[in-house]
């Protein structure tokens, strides 16, 4: 499996900000096997508004899940993030799975999260280098994720 850099047009990826987008695809004989998004959102912290990227989506088709590949886009896509001035990556999902990949619960390290309909297990942060302790606050999502209507869960 080959990880490469895809350059696409979309809401998310076409946001304009400090952060490039990061957008990775899995590549296998049989073509594309999975794809992770890093974009750009906002840390609302006491200090100034800071440049923070979220991980959403990564997917996985299901012919290939379970092989390992969710992790390696994980991996390389954290280490693309490593190479900006990015201080942390913000996402939603299982605690289970991304905590094994290096992600730790937010909400307990004072950062807050930018929906009530976010589970608070599932409102996860990685801490880059580039990070230093006076960077909490809440987590502001880009406009776009707002227009899809994708935070959290409804009823
Ligand atoms: C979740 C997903 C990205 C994982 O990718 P993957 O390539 O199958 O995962 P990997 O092979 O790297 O890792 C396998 C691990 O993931 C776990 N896993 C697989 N699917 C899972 C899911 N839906 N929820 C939680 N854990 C899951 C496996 O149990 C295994 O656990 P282990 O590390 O304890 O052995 C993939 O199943 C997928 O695309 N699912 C549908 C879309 C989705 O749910 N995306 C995540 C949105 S936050």
């Given at each position: 499996?080959?990880?490469?850099?895809?350059v696409t047009t979309g809401t998310v990826r076409a946001t304009e900000r400090a952060l490039a987008p990061i957008s990775l695809v899995a590549e296998g004989e049989q073509g594309v096997t999975g794809h992770v998004l890093l974009s750009h959102s906002l840390l609302d912290a006491p200090r100034r508004l800071v440049d923070v990227y979220v991980l959403s989506p990564l997917a996985v088709s299901p012919a290939h899940q379970r092989t390992g590949i969710g992790t390696r886009l994980i991996e390389r896509a954290l280490a693309e993030a490593e190479g900006t001035a990015a201080p942390l990556v913000f996402l939603e999902g299982s605690p289970v799975?991304?905590?094994?990949?290096?992600?730790?619960?937010?909400?307990?390290?004072?950062f807050r999260s930018p929906s009530l309909r976010i589970p608070p297990p599932a409102f996860q942060v990685r801490r880059l280098s580039c990070w230093e302790p006076w960077m909490t606050g809440t987590l502001v999502y880009a406009a776009a994720f707002w227009d899809l209507d994708c935070v959290g869960l409804r009823d």
């Open positions: 499996m080959a990880v490469v850099g895809l799975y991304y905590g094994k990949r290096g992600f730790e619960r937010a909400d307990t390290l004072g």
